[in-house]
């Protein structure tokens, strides 16, 4: 089940214009080229942005998202009619053999229960060519990045043509055992609606990370620090094992 903020057509039509800066999908990008990877698997695709990217350089894209209101937003943008979308979660995937497999922003930290999460790495594994990868992101948990998850420093107001005047913000509402909970609230200046999303995280170490992954039946190439958030984000590359 997805989130509200990814599952509610109000909100999922206000997921772009809210975070317009995709800088980070610059390392995925840049991991695309460097395997010379010309099929990808992009699960947790949301509105479909590093989908359309890829697909609009010519790389066959699947776009994997459990939330039919995002992909309602993805299959409005430039490429996407080359991307083929798929609605539900890794059990959805029909059998297929990609040679990349991604999860980018959050997607690696919404699988809170460490079986789902196993289950998840070996349903992708499994869709992967021998030789095959996976690029993810996790945040490092000593960065303690709820921390700075509060109304004051979160507030953003935009306007947006055809929907009007947006506050955001977003509130830590609970912090124990390695799961971050917190709200984001959304309200329209047009109307004056107040629309709310609950969503938690689980911060992995990169021990617990490596161990799930070889669990799943891949290995750890190696983690790099994400270039846009030193410090603060793991980029982990693993590869399919015999």
């Known amino acids: 089940m997805a989130d509200t903020h990814f599952e509610d057509p109000r909100l999922a039509s206000v997921y772009d214009p809210l975070d317009p800066d995709r800088s980070d999908l610059g390392v995925y990008m840049a991991i695309v080229d460097e395997f010379a990877a010309q099929s990808v698997l992009d699960v947790g695709c949301g509105t479909g942005t590093f989908a359309c990217l890829l697909a609009n350089l010519g790389v066959s894209v699947i776009g994997l998202d459990p939330a039919a209101a995002s992909l309602a937003v993805a299959r409005t ?7 083929h979308w798929i609605q539900g979660d890794v059990t959805a995937l029909p059998p297929l053999q990609v040679e990349l497999a991604t999860m980018t922003g959050n997607v690696a930290q919404v699988f809170v229960d460490d079986v789902e999460w196993v289950s998840t790495l070996s349903v992708i594994r499994a869709a992967l060519t021998p030789q095959g990868h996976l690029v993810f992101e996790s945040r490092i948990p000593e960065d303690r990045a709820w921390l700075r998850w509060r109304r004051e420093s979160s507030l953003t ?13 977003v509130e830590v509402t609970d912090v124990q055992d390695g799961l971050v909970s917190f709200l984001s609230t959304f309200v329209f200046e047009q109307d004056g609606a107040v629309l709310t999303s609950s969503s938690t995280l689980r911060f992995r170490s990169e021990e ?26 793991m980029v982990f590359i693993a590869q399919s094992r015999d």
């Not at 935009?158 to 009007?164: E, L, S």
């Open 77 to 83: 943008k430039l490429g996407a009619s080359k991307v």
């Open 157 to 169: 107001r935009v306007t947006i043509p055809g929907i009007g005047s947006l506050e955001y913000w």
């Open 208 to 233: 617990e990370l490596a161990v799930s992954l070889e669990s799943a039946g891949m290995s750890v190439m190696e983690f790099r620090d994400a270039p846009d958030r030193p410090g603060r984000e």
